[in-house]
């Protein structure tokens, strides 16, 4: 059984920073590539970063790209997000997800496996 497990989210000021991890069980990790989207209120889940199985290449939004960084670790199962400069559009329900595109991908359909998301929340 496959499980994904976000943690690290809540509240923090505009300018803050938050490190999301995500530990995965039930897959060989490194043979997926992984990726982070995000859901805000209203509006429609979006890709936020994506790295390929060695984490040798990584993919970013526009938004996002230069204030946060998607790494991994393989030997623990995990992937991280860490956020820096966080602004109040960035608030949102941070989602993990595994693809067996192993060199990442940003599209959502090409991802199997989701968890159940972190609540990130930014204030003005």
């Known amino acids: 059984q496959v499980q994904l497990v976000e943690s690290g989210g809540g509240l923090v000021q505009a300018g803050g920073s938050l490190r999301l991890s995500c530990a995965a069980s039930?897959?060989?990790?490194?043979?997926?590539?992984m990726g982070w989207f995000r859901q805000a209120p209203g509006k429609e889940r979006e890709f936020v970063a994506a790295?390929?199985?060695?984490?040798?290449?990584?993919y970013y939004a526009d938004s996002v790209k230069g204030r946060f960084t998607i790494s991994r670790d393989n030997a623990k199962n995990t992937v991280f997000l860490q956020m820096n400069s966080l602004k109040p559009t960035d608030t949102a329900v941070y989602y993990c997800?595994?693809?067996?595109?192993?060199?990442?991908?940003?599209?959502?359909?090409?991802?199997?496996?989701w968890g159940q998301g972190t609540q990130v929340t930014v204030s003005s």
């Open positions: 997800a595994a693809s067996r595109t192993v060199g990442g991908t940003l599209l959502d359909k090409n991802y199997d496996y």
């Open positions: 039930g897959v060989i990790f490194s043979s997926y590539g």
């Open positions: 790295i390929s199985w060695s984490g040798g290449r990584t």
